[in-house]
């Protein structure tokens, strides 16, 4: 994985300091520039991606504090450091208040300025890092459980395609884990130490989307009232998930392909180029040929984006797993499936597939008390296969299909449990529904132990 070259701007209104600045500065492995003044240095910023400042305090026309100000309106996260001389410590203090990430005192030596730029960007990474964090709301990371062979494929998929750095499209239906595939595919990657960014092109407004991904800055449109970093910068060097990617404007799509294409962004409002090292991984629940057909895709990016594509199995091929997902949604609950109701499940299409799963769980836990989950307390329509279920964990010798006794009874239970579901586990309102007292509704419970 290949790390773009940093940018440094070096402001200093002597020339033999200037190119003393820069010569060091490219001898630490950064592209340097330089300006001779605050107000030279505004409009390189301006121009250019810029990852870092180091100026001097004392320039006429605009000293390195009246550009420090400017640069906290414009760009608050971009780090600048502060050259001053002996005997200036107040002003450097001052400086630091301002929001200067450093201070170093002339003369200095090559090292103390790697040692301050080094930090500098460290700190301005993590800040970047921690507000991204805070704005998201984190989903719970479940990891990808099953058993069975679809699943043992496509892990397997997942190891061989991690260390690539090309593009790759999920395809799956909703609620199948495309989010956590992708997930996985960052941690198993050599970009697992940065960030997995994520991005639903479907929860956000097309007119939003375009800022979301790729930033603006301040003023680039009425309501910009300060620089905003993109999806895609914060994800510099780690993995930008895209989810439900069809959705996405066809006229945003061209762009999105450029940027894949080149490698670099350019910010709404600016002219600056910024270059990037990201990963992307698109994911959608539709057919993807489908959608190039009906012009919910471009077909040049399809071809783009799926240079590798996973395929996830929706649950109803991968009944084996169900008993997996199951243990695990209820561990933190410390709540366990009855054999009646896991075969229920089992019976069952899932057309919400895991996220479904997953829902319909923690509700039938809260039904039952945090005690063992019998079939009434899962929806109507799951709990329908009760019947069905329960001959499947009979004795051969119980399986006279003529027998009324038999029938009545299991016609009793899942009359019992869709009016409970209807009501929500209010055994009141179930007895009037079914039209029998409470008294009997309680019988009824204990013979078929369904309490």
Not at 362 to 381: F, K, M, S, V, Y
Request: aromatic letters at 4%.
């Amino acid at each position: 994985m290949s790390t773009p070259t940093l940018t440094i701007l070096a402001v200093d209104d002597e020339p033999n300091m200037r190119r003393l600045l820069e010569i060091s500065l490219r001898q630490a492995g950064y592209r340097a520039l330089s300006a001779g003044n605050g107000r030279e240095a505004l409009e390189i910023i301006r121009q250019q991606q810029i990852d870092l400042v180091v100026s001097d305090l004392h320039m006429p026309g605009m000293n390195g504090l009246q550009l420090l100000e400017v640069l906290r309106n414009e760009h608050e996260h971009l780090p600048l450091i502060m050259v001053t001389a002996q005997g200036e410590i107040k002003t450097a203090v001052a400086a630091m208040k301002l929001g200067a990430s450093d201070y170093i005192l002339r003369p200095f030596e090559l090292e103390t300025l790697e040692i301050a730029i080094a930090k500098a960007l460290n700190v301005k990474r993590i800040q970047q890092e921690n507000t991204f964090l805070r704005q998201i709301q984190q989903p719970d990371v479940t990891g990808l459980i099953g058993n069975s062979a679809a699943m043992q494929s496509l892990k397997q998929m997942i190891q061989q395609v991690a260390p690539e750095r090309a593009t790759v499209f999920i395809v799956g239906e909703t609620g199948t884990g495309k989010e956590l595939v992708a997930k996985a595919l960052h941690e198993a990657s050599p970009r697992h130490a940065a960030l997995f960014v994520a991005i639903n092109c479907a929860a956000i407004p097309a007119d939003m989307l375009e800022s979301e991904l790729f930033g603006h800055e301040k003023g680039a449109f009425t309501g910009a009232l300060k620089e905003r970093i993109g999806k895609f910068e914060l994800a510099n060097g780690g993995t930008l998930f895209l989810d439900e990617i069809t959705e996405m404007p066809i006229q945003l799509q061209s762009k999105l392909l450029r940027v894949l294409q080149e490698s670099v962004v350019e910010k709404l409002g600016g002219n600056r180029q910024i270059t990037l090292d990201v990963r992307v991984v698109a994911a959608t629940n539709r057919d993807p040929i489908q959608a190039v057909k009906e012009g919910k895709l471009r077909e040049d990016l399809y071809y783009r984006l799926n240079v590798l594509q996973l395929q996830i199995a929706p649950l109803r091929e991968r009944h084996d797993d169900i008993g997996l997902l199951a243990e695990f949604f209820l561990a933190k609950r410390q709540c366990q499936l009855s054999e009646e109701a896991r075969l229920c499940l089992q019976h069952y299409g899932w057309p919400g597939n895991v996220r479904e799963l997953e829902n319909i769980l923690e509700r039938a836990a809260i039904l039952a008390g945090n005690q063992l989950i019998q079939p009434q307390h899962l929806p109507a329509d799951i709990g329908q296969h009760a019947a069905s279920a329960a001959a499947e964990v009979t004795t051969p010798a119980e399986t006279n299909m003529l027998s009324i006794p038999r029938t009545t009874e299991a016609m009793e239970r899942r009359l019992i449990m869709q009016a409970l579901d209807t009501c929500q586990g209010n055994k009141t309102k179930a007895a009037k529904l079914l039209e029998i007292s409470e008294r009997s509704l309680w019988n009824k419970l204990n013979q078929y132990q369904l309490r």
